[in-house]
């Protein structure tokens, strides 16, 4: 049974990628900036909240958080979060984002988390996203995937 429900979670978890793949394909507002050395990088943890939903913290290295510099001049390191449940965007300003139980629709949930500039294109490294994904299984609030590409 186990198997079974590891193997529904990478069928769902692929599922959802491509259809979010499919949705970014036709989506070309967002551009990509190169990141310099040190590069950041970023991860996800997700904590049941006692009240409802889940606290999504992001765990970033070599990046400020700039909320007051969002729409104004690029500077490396700096900006915002972008979360993306099931592919719907969220912007995020600091290292923590509250997700409600009414988000999460899908069985298995995917998170996905960017790190953008302060004109909101991804910051890249090697022409791949700075990015955090994972899943929120919405039966079973103890199982969490997390697979950083």
Not at 86 to 109: A, C, F, M
Request: hydrophobic share 35%; net charge positive.
């Amino acid at each position: 049974m186990r198997f079974i429900n590891i193997v529904l979670l990478i069928l769902s978890l692929f599922c959802l990628q491509v259809s979010a793949q499919h949705k970014d394909a036709k989506d070309h507002s967002h551009k990509s900036i190169e990141a310099k050395s040190p590069y950041p990088s970023i991860d996800i943890k997700v904590i049941k909240d006692a009240k409802s939903g889940y606290n999504i913290q992001l765990i970033t290295k070599n990046f400020k958080f700039t909320p007051e510099k969002v729409n104004k001049e690029n500077i490396m390191n700096e900006g915002h979060a972008h979360i993306y449940i099931n592919g719907n965007k969220n912007r995020v300003y600091s290292e923590w984002y509250h997700i409600e139980d009414e988000k999460l629709t899908q069985p298995i949930n995917q998170i996905r988390a960017t790190l953008n500039a302060n004109d909101h294109s991804e910051y890249t490294v090697n022409s791949r996203p700075i990015e955090a994904i994972g899943a929120i299984k919405n039966e079973n609030i103890g199982n969490w995937y997390n697979n950083k590409k």
